[in-house]
T-cell receptor, first 115, second 113 residues
């Protein structure tokens, strides 16, 4: 069965500092990977996704993620965070041969930004 | 704004009661998904409809049911409510049945007292 692990429940970083959120997955086939962000009181919004090709993918709001097959990881990064990045971040794994009903979400990482 | 509309945003009710949550998908999207988000279970997939027909079931209780109408809006019915049903219920939509971007509504927060 597929699974997603986000080992950090809560991360605090200073505004302007760099950020890396970890995501490890377990999947028997070629994974289709996503990062979603949930701002307070909002639904989830897609930041970026990876299926194939360049293992470094760019997303919205200045985020990027790198797929590392050997490490089964898909970590999210941002070089300089802004106060508006405070939110909850979810990694998800699926497969193109299945639909979204097979998408598995991680438990999320809450990001706090301090001045 | 994702284009997905959910009502009501907040709902408080008592145990044993029945509620209906409504979702209007993004214009043109044929698939509607329902998720439950709680602190202890995280984001759990409940059920998916595609163009009016049920396509997939996840961890949905028998007390819960859903349907998608000809205009593609969907309703999630929760009955015989228990305290543990208190959660945030999200609707999401996508263009088709395959894997791809999901567009989420802002959710309906259900509190069962």
């Amino acid at each position: 069965a597929q699974s997603v692990t986000q080992p950090d429940i809560h991360i605090t970083v200073s505004e302007g500092a760099s950020l890396e959120l970890r995501c490890n997955y377990s999947y028997g086939a070629t994974p289709y990977l996503f990062w979603y962000v949930q701002s307070p009181g909002q639904g989830l919004q897609l930041l970026l996704k990876y299926f194939s090709g360049d293992t470094l993918v760019q997303g919205i709001k200045g985020f990027e993620a790198e797929f590392k097959r050997s490490q089964s990881s898909f970590n999210l990064r941002k070089p300089s965070v802004h106060w508006s990045d405070a939110a909850e971040y979810f990694c998800a794994v699926g497969a193109l041969r299945f639909g979204n009903e097979k998408l598995t979400f991680g438990t999320g990482t809450r990001l706090t930004i301090i001045p | 704004d994702s284009g997905v509309t959910q009502t009501p945003k907040h709902l408080i009710t008592a145990t044993g009661q029945r509620v209906t949550l409504r979702c209007s998908p993004r214009s043109g999207d044929l698939s509607v998904y329902w998720y439950q988000q709680s602190l202890d279970q995280g984001l759990q997939f409940l059920i998916q409809y595609y163009n009016g027909e049920e396509r997939a079931k996840g961890n949905i209780l028998e007390r819960f049911s859903a349907q998608q109408f000809p205009d593609l809006h969907s309703e999630l019915n929760l009955s015989s409510l228990e305290l543990g049903d208190s959660a945030l219920y999200f609707c999401a939509s996508s263009l088709d049945r395959g894997a791809g971007e999901l567009f989420f509504g802002e959710g309906s927060r259900l509190t069962v007292l």
